[in-house]
């Protein structure tokens, strides 16, 4: 789950550490006013959940009011990356001395956390990454004994700080990894991380991404999801209890159990096709939950085949199937459908499918194979 800008840095400012806090606007006179009351400098900042805001114009200074509103007419409405912009930050201008990168995410071939610093802030990390990875520096966090303070002094030095720029930089990293680790973030980063004229530290950008799955623990949360920024049909699949992710093939997936919806994406991959989506309609498969699965799917206007997956263990493949032939009845799918069914009472189901005119499959591979050809056809 992603949040804004504005939103990370007030979990920032909890944590202890220094941000620029400003005030979020929705329309041109809201922005007007804000920059009015700063009386100064200020930047007027897109709010929208995509990285490199600046490049595409959503970031801008602004020397009076009327500047800021002039700002805030360009930005408000603006698309970035597909997304469409509806909030602005106006924050008080801060003249920059350097500026540097600071994340901690999950390094999974490591498993562990990892901290990156660099000194080439501002820019896209990724960039950084790229052209010149040995100036991203990391330091990882050992899973039981945490962050030790010395790694983040030992982080600082390797960015070229100077002595007296040390402490105020390990303190930073200290209380982002705590963050991250107390919020059950997925991503926390600070970008740029600056140090000001004035020999300040200061979190001038920062982005704060949480684990979906960790999200009961923080219920508090809710709040701050921008309905504007979230797949319609993610939040739709969330409602009903099915766990569902959009890709970018064309083969639609229906399945039940997350194990059985990996493998079966993995059998589609292995006849030459690509998954239009993840789909887990949950333990039960009834009429309600594959018709939902079927409105979901067929929103997208990639799909061009459907393959409906389902094991039988503790559900019986007849009362799937009769799901299944209820579910078809009540949404109009015009895309090829292709079913393998297995397990509990498969043939009874299979028998039912049949009366509904959708021959269906035992085998995986063989149901892979054939949604693939009906893909293509
Ligand atoms: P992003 O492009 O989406 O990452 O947006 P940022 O908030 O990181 O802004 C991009 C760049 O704009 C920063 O790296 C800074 O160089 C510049 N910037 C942002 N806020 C200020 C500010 O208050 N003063 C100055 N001088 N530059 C700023
Ligand atoms: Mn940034």
Redo the contacts with the bound molecule.
Sequence with gaps: MNIH?YQAAELLARYGIPT?PGTVATTPDEVEQAAANANG?V?V??QVH???????G??K?AKSALEARSAGEQILGMDIRGHTVHKVLV??????AR?FYLGVVLDRPNRKLVVMASAE????IEIVAKESPEKIRTAHIDPFLGLHPYQARQLGFELGLEADKVGGFADIVLKLAKLYQELDATLAEI??L?LTEEGKWLA??SKVSFDENALFRHPDFEELRDMNEEQATELEARRSGISFVKLDGNIGCIVNGAGLAMATMDAVKLHGGEPANFLDVGGGASADQVAKAFSLVTADPNVKAILINIFGGITRGDIVAHGIAEAMGRVGVTVPIVVRLSGTNAEEGRAILDENGLHAVATMDEAAAKVVAAAAA
């Design positions: 800008e620029n400098v930047v900042k897109a995509s990285g490199g805001r600046g490049k595409a959503g970031v200074l924050a008080p201008g801060v003249s920059i500026e802030g501002g820019v896209e970008n740029p600056i001038l950008d």
